[in-house]
């Protein structure tokens, strides 16, 4: 699998305050290409402040819900990422159009900012999937498509569980599916799942014994050099020894390394949903913790359990919330964002980064171990890659 990487663009919950802006994150799915999830008011100053992060590199945008801190800054990174992109190598097929996935609503929020601001895009550069819910249709239709600029999206259906498929057809990632997820309007959490490598490293040692018992009758067959003949194996192929012994990739290889499970999540007081969906262990949960207990700030008579609940109620998670789902999810890594700005996310600030230590310790008191990262501002984390035994 090649590397993974989460750049962490807002962390804030509602409002941007000065050390947080508000929610985006964009994730590597290889070194060549990136998706991007959620698109707060500010996303693209953000980019520009992150050197990793590439305009060019996005090829897919995700939406959670609807509330503009998490959507506002998406018609105006929509005009300068398909705007920039040369009319000359669209037409080449050098860029795909920009797919965008959401709840019931997104395809006529992109709609109606781009119509009303005379946006000025290229020809068919630009498809909004909505996710609908059954005996529904979304919110707007071909008819009202904007002219010369997009291409009528799907209306992605829930099967009898409520899970979604997204239509991805990307050789890296085996699926992407959604679920509802517990907010004060509706919200979705994503589950991507890395394809698994067909076949593991080849191991020269497995085939070099095969090749020096065969190797006067391989010479005699013309095969000068037989040491060639694992590049083949390497490109797939099964080769037949003068002996009768088979070579296959299958066989001379290690163990194929296992697709990474990645779930990135809205805002939510509730995801068991998502248990529909995960079907093994998560290497790694995005998961929001809006309010946290700190004795120290809290006035003398507030507890724990009144955080939680009063959290809960707006439609939110604390840390120990969002450690309660990752440890159901036997979670190898928590990254918790979405903050309020109560929490600054001033990393060179003694007693911001004393709050986040104690947000991470409540976390990981719960969870059961210490992978547990309390993200600010443009954090880049590395997703680790399976191992094999």
């Keep these: 699998p090649q590397s993974m990487n989460i750049h962490f663009l807002g962390t804030s919950s509602a409002q941007p305050s000065l050390t947080r802006n508000t929610s985006s994150l964009c994730f590597d799915v290889s070194p060549k290409y990136s998706w991007l999830f959620d698109c707060g008011e500010g996303t693209q100053h953000q980019i520009l402040r992150k050197k990793q992060v590439k305009l060019s590199k996005i090829t897919k945008i995700f939406i959670t819900h609807l509330h503009l801190d998490h959507c506002l800054g998406l018609p105006g990174l929509l005009c300068t990422l398909i705007g920039g992109r040369s009319r000359d190598l669209i037409e080449k097929k050098k860029y795909a159009p920009i797919e965008i996935y959401g709840p019931k609503g997104i395809r006529l929020f992109v709609r109606t900012s781009l119509r009303i601001s005379n946006s000025m895009l290229h020809e068919e550069c630009l498809v909004v999937h909505e996710l609908v819910q059954p005996n529904e249709e979304g919110s707007c239709s071909a008819d009202t498509l904007l002219p010369d600029l997009e291409i009528q999206g799907e209306d992605i259906y829930p099967d009898e569980n409520g899970v979604w498929t997204l239509p991805i057809n990307d050789k890296e990632i085996e699926s992407v599916k959604a679920v509802n997820i517990d907010h004060t309007i509706d919200c979705v ?201």
């Design 189 to 389: 959490g994503f589950v991507i799942k890395e394809a698994t490598e067909e076949v593991g490293k080849i191991l020269p040692k497995l085939i070099f014994p095969h090749l020096e018992r065969n190797s006067d009758a391989l010479k005699e067959q013309g095969i000068k050099n037989p040491k060639s003949l694992i590049s083949k194996i390497k490109k797939g192929e099964t080769i037949e020894l003068p002996d009768g012994h088979i070579l296959s990739p299958s066989t001379c290889s290690e163990p194929a390394i296992p697709g990474r499970l990645v779930v990135i999540l809205g805002d939510t007081s509730n995801s068991d949903k998502i248990f529909d969906i995960v079907d093994g262990p998560v290497d790694c949960l995005v998961h929001e913790a809006t309010n946290a207990y700190i004795a120290e700030d809290e006035k003398e008579d507030t507890t724990e359990e009144m955080i939680n609940e009063t959290t809960r109620d707006h439609g939110h998670s604390t840390p120990t919330m969002a450690a309660e789902f990752a440890k159901k999810l036997n979670c190898k890594l928590l990254l918790l964002n979405h903050f309020s700005s109560r929490y600054s996310g001033d990393i060179e600030d003694e007693r911001a980064v004393k709050v986040m230590e104690i947000i991470k310790n409540q976390a990981a008191n719960v969870l059961g171990h210490d992978n547990v990262i309390t993200a600010y501002d443009l954090l880049t984390v590395e997703i680790p890659k399976p191992i094999t035994k």
